[in-house]
């Protein structure tokens, strides 16, 4: 099992800047790669970025490249989500997820993600 506790969210306004984090812990030597996935009100659950656990290649939703940055610290077993030029669009509750397995182009399936945290709500008022 792996265990994942987001923090970081909270209410901006547009144009500002917000950092997620996500610490991991139980068994982090199975994770392969962490997602950072959103969910508005009303909406399906969406991709927002994702990073292998080794290598660090990162993988971005359209909607955020150029804006958004997803990191890790492997030693901490954490990954960060920094979130600029932020949008009312962007308003939603931010997931972190953890896959176990390789998954190739499927990085932006929220089915390739065995385990998710409980959630912080971004809050981007205009």
């Known amino acids: 099992q792996v265990q994942l506790v987001e923090s970081g969210g909270g209410l901006v306004q547009a144009g500002d800047s917000l950092r997620l984090s996500c610490a991991a812990s139980g068994r982090t030597g199975s994770i392969y790669a962490m997602g950072w996935f959103r969910q508005a009100p009303g909406k399906e659950r969406e991709f927002v970025a994702a990073i292998r656990w080794t290598g660090g290649c990162v993988h971005y939703a359209d909607s955020v490249k150029g804006r958004f940055t997803i990191s890790r610290d492997n030693a901490k077993n954490t990954v960060a989500l920094q979130m600029n030029s932020l949008k009312p669009e962007d308003t939603a509750v931010y997931y972190c997820?953890?896959?176990?397995?390789?998954?190739?182009?499927?990085?932006?399936?929220?089915?390739?993600?065995?385990?998710w945290g409980q959630g912080a709500q971004v809050t981007v008022s205009s």
């Open positions: 997820a953890a896959a176990t397995g390789y998954y190739g182009g499927s990085y932006g399936h929220t089915a390739t993600y065995d385990y």
